[in-house]
């Protein structure tokens, strides 16, 4: 692809997502949205403000939302599983303490769901080698794993088509890395159609995904950089109070003691600010303009104050939730038997479409 035609394609997308998110509020049934995490570690405060937050808006708008623990997909850029079923834990219980409800919306995890997996097959057939070679995400997660390509690294973008293929959603909320992956899911969408023909007349089995942009990192690392686990600046979910205040405490500024939100000149402080205005909800200058001289000291006791207060519920609700291993079991199975009905019924019509229907 060259340059220019990424450079259109994205432009397609933004435009095309902005139009989305006006129309939601207007028609929220029209809609089902797929979204999902990867159990490689626990989620953090940028999650909260980000992914969590969308998640939980939409939910309320009354949008049917399926939330995937892509846990086949830990394995693409690892050799191992790592702590998983801790981390799984760990991401429902952030997901029920950030208010997903899990009658409103289906919680699930990819090795519970045979009959999502299996779409991978007739998927695999849809796609050239050349095509996965040349995607720019997979390409750059190869580098930064440090690991040669294996056959699920270079596959899983069709894997992630049948995560949202299944389920026939038509709305994946994405950052802008994620692009390559939404567009190969529409072309197999559409070459299934093309090569294998329809369960119905006059129906496509699969619908056209389109992407919900959403903004990247919307706050750094206490270090003004970007959050990583073995940097030591990032604020977890799951951390305490205390916790938080070390953290913060530690958290890189600068010596001058007149506060601005400033993010290309001084990345570290502004974020700590924009920080404070997302706790409480208020706007970043507003911010700066109400700790003015008062220094790094000011602006640090305001930001710890205010998250701290602002993760209370989270924190309360996540002590709960970790009591009641029953409960979420049971919160993971009664997800996980949803999307297999739902997904037995798409590879039904699958089977059908391909004349595999014995
Ligand atoms: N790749 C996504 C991530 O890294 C997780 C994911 C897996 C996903 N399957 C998906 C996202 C399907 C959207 C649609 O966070």
Do not use: W
């Amino acid at each position: 692809m060259t340059q220019a035609h990424e450079q259109s394609s994205l432009e397609r997308t933004i435009t095309r997502s902005n139009q989305i998110n006006a129309e939601l509020e207007k028609d929220p049934q029209a809609y089902r949205v797929l979204t999902g995490d990867r159990p490689t570690g626990n989620l953090h405060i940028g999650h909260y403000f980000g992914s969590l937050a969308n998640r939980v808006r939409l939910q309320e708008l009354g949008v049917d939302t399926c939330i995937l623990i892509a846990d086949y997909q830990v394995i693409t850029d690892r050799d191992g599983v790592g702590p998983i079923k801790d981390r799984v834990y760990s991401l429902l219980v952030d997901y029920l303490a950030a208010g997903i409800d899990p009658a409103k919306s289906m919680i699930f995890i990819h090795s519970a769901i045979p009959a999502l997996n299996q779409l991978m097959l007739p998927f695999l057939s849809l796609v050239s080698d050349a095509e996965l070679r040349r995607n720019p995400t997979v390409k750059s997660e190869l580098e930064d794993a440090g690991i040669p390509m294996s056959g699920l690294m270079l596959t899983y973008p069709v894997h992630q088509a049948a995560d949202i293929l299944f389920c026939k959603a038509n709305l994946v909320p994405v950052g802008k890395d994620q692009i390559p992956h939404i567009e190969m899911c529409r072309v197999i969408a559409r070459r299934f159609d093309e090569r294998y023909g329809r369960a119905e007349p006059g129906k496509p089995v699969f619908p056209q995904a389109d992407a919900l942009l959403t903004s990247g990192a919307l706050i750094l690392g206490t270090d003004g950089t970007k959050m990583s686990k073995s940097k030591g600046n990032v604020i977890e979910l799951g951390m305490s109070a205390d916790e938080t205040t070390q953290t913060l405490k530690k958290a890189v500024t600068d010596s001058d003691r007149h506060i601005t939100y400033d993010p290309i000149n001084r990345p570290e402080v502004a974020n700590l600010v924009a920080l404070a205005a997302l706790c409480l909800d208020s706007t970043p200058e507003a911010i700066a303009e109400q700790i003015g001289d008062g220094g790094a000291g000011k602006l640090k006791a305001l930001v710890t104050e205010a998250l701290n207060e602002r993760l209370r519920g989270h924190r309360e609700a996540r002590l709960e939730l970790v009591k009641d291993q029953g409960y979420l079991e049971s919160v993971l199975r009664e997800g996980n038997q949803r999307a297999c009905a739902i997904a037995e019924k798409t590879l039904d019509e699958v089977r059908a479409a391909m004349s595999m229907a014995y």
